[in-house]
């Protein structure tokens, strides 16, 4: 490809692109059930964003099935983009959105059912905003149930990553709760499951009662 190298973008030939390509291959594969596709890709420069969006719409010009699209900047222009996403994905057609941090709130983005994480962010709030934009499935008829988070893990990200999971370990030992990792790591074809456990009051990060009164008496 042509992007810089300093943008973030990688060769044709670098596993994380292709695995890029074949999500959105993916999503077209499984439309015309009825039910809103879509993908979307979070990144952290603006480079990337247009680099990558140059490259999929050279990728995928002249295929009807597939839509290009960005949102960038604080602009009452992206929701407007949003819902032209969400009347596309409703025909049948694959909105690829390519985002910046400027749609990680805000934005209900229910019409897609894939978000790839580009950049990973080393806090672990901004990571569940983004992926929160497509977990809005009860708010649309058309949405399918489930939808997939794929983490591109570079070397720039695996500290990241590294640096989320040590705090995740540390925090579940101090609740009582069964370690684990905060971002589990794949191999390339091995897809690893992560069943979510809401919490049962309050906000995503509450804390059970129980686990309330555990705290309390150590204190």
Not at 7 to 24: L, N
Not at 59 to 67: I, T
Request: with cysteine.
């Amino acid at each position: 490809a042509s992007w810089a190298p300093e943008a973030g973008i990688p060769a044709d030939d670098d596993p994380r692109w292709a695995k890029i390509i074949e999500t959105i291959d993916q999503e077209i594969a499984l439309s015309g059930s009825g039910a809103c596709r879509g993908v979307v890709i979070f990144v952290d420069r603006l480079a990337t964003l247009e680099g990558m969006k140059e490259e999929l719409e050279d990728k995928y010009r002249g295929n009807g099935d597939v839509m290009i699209g960005d949102i960038q900047g604080a602009t009452d222009d992206n929701d407007a983009a949003n819902r032209a996403f969400r009347r596309k994905s409703r025909k049948g057609v694959i909105p690829v959105v390519i985002c910046t941090s400027s749609a990680e709130v805000g934005m209900d983005m229910e019409w897609a059912t894939a978000c790839v994480l580009w950049d990973i962010d080393r806090n672990p709030e901004t990571l569940s905003q983004r992926t929160w934009r497509l977990d809005r499935r009860k708010d649309m008829p058309s949405a399918t149930g489930q939808f997939r988070v794929i983490h591109i893990q570079n070397q720039e990200n695996q500290a990241k990553i590294d640096e989320m999971n040590n705090s995740h370990h540390l925090s579940s030992a101090i609740l009582g709760r069964q370690g684990g990792q905060f971002i589990p790591s794949a191999q390339t074809g091995s897809p690893v499951a992560v069943t979510r456990n809401w919490a049962t009051n309050g906000s995503v990060f509450a804390i059970t009662t129980q686990e309330g009164h555990e705290l309390a008496s150590r204190v």
